[in-house]
């Protein structure tokens, strides 16, 4: 995407290097067009320069989800952010904030995890989630996985058509 600033790319910088330091070892992939410098400088100063990668733009974007463990959307403001569907129609659980109307849709614990957004706590919060999904087990993970896609599929252009047209023949 773009606009790393308003996707809450910072503080995720800041969660990495927080379990960074508590000896959990994860990569951060980052898609989009936004300017990185800013944000490869904060995770050098952070020291985790070396894992986190920016991979610029894709029209690959469900090889990117297929790829990944989990999908870190901190968003600060968002009506209802697509991508996070998207991801979890890939069966990749999500994890986004309350100020991503998205958030609506995932149960915690189950498809991903949802957290206070636009916080002075936020990469703390971001940190504790990334800490629990990494003590999941392998089989907790494929359950995860297998739920997030169940939720998408409840979300069908289909679905929202009639919905749409139902709410208008009231």
Do not use: W
């Amino acid at each position: 995407g773009q606009d790393f600033k308003r996707k809450g790319l910072a503080p995720v910088i800041d969660a990495l290097a927080q379990i960074h330091k508590q000896g959990h070892h994860c990569t951060l992939r980052i898609i989009g067009r936004d300017n990185p410098a800013r944000y490869r400088d904060r995770a050098k100063a952070l020291g985790v320069g070396d894992l986190v990668r920016f991979e610029g733009p894709t029209r690959q974007i469900q090889e990117a989800y297929r790829a990944a463990d989990l999908f870190v959307f901190p968003s600060l403001y968002d009506p209802f952010a697509n991508v996070v569907l998207e991801s979890l129609a890939c069966g990749l659980p999500a994890l986004t904030t309350t100020t991503n109307g998205s958030s609506e849709i995932i149960t915690e614990g189950e498809d991903g995890y949802v957290i206070e957004g636009a916080t002075d706590h936020l990469a703390a919060d971001i940190a504790r989630c990334l800490v629990n999904f990494c003590s999941l087990g392998n089989r907790d993970r494929q359950r995860m996985r297998a739920q997030a896609r169940r939720t998408a599929e409840q979300y069908t252009i289909r679905r929202n058509a009639e919905q749409f047209i139902a709410h208008l023949s009231q």
